[in-house]
């Protein structure tokens, strides 16, 4: 199984950005994020496979993400960011072929991130 290592999360005002990057132990075509914020449901960020990104409903022109296959490391730069943007943030790798976005359809995961936004 694919190891995931987050890096890059911290604490930030409204309005601020931070770039969360995602190191894979190997290639792994398709990679996501996902976030979690205390006594929510894991929801789905977004997504990229083979270079081709999905996003969730949360991010709304304010993500992006992206992947560089050399470095086997995905990003997710996150720019306007929220106080409703607040949680760990984590990657994922290993899609079972179902949903990207849907958090039960990934085998390998990191150990997350935690972004905190203040307003």
């Known amino acids: 199984q694919v190891r995931l290592v987050e890096s890059g999360g911290g604490s930030v005002q409204a309005g601020g950005s931070l770039r969360l990057a995602c190191q894979a132990s190997?290639?792994?075509?398709?990679m996501s994020w996902f976030r979690q914020a205390p006594g929510k449901e894991r929801e789905g960020v977004a997504a990229?496979?083979?270079?081709?990104?999905y996003y969730g409903a949360s991010p709304k022109g304010r993500f992006t993400i992206s992947q560089d296959n050399a470095k086997n490391t995905m990003y997710l730069q996150m720019n306007r960011l929220k106080p409703e943007d607040t949680a760990m943030y984590y990657c994922?790798?290993?899609?079972?072929?179902?949903?990207?976005?849907?958090?039960?359809?990934?085998?390998?995961w990191g150990q997350g991130t935690q972004v905190t936004v203040s307003s």
């Open positions: 990229i496979c083979s270079g081709s990104p």
């Open positions: 190997g290639y792994t075509s398709c």
């Open positions: 994922a790798a290993e899609n079972t072929g179902g949903s990207l976005l849907s958090p039960n359809e990934w085998n390998a």
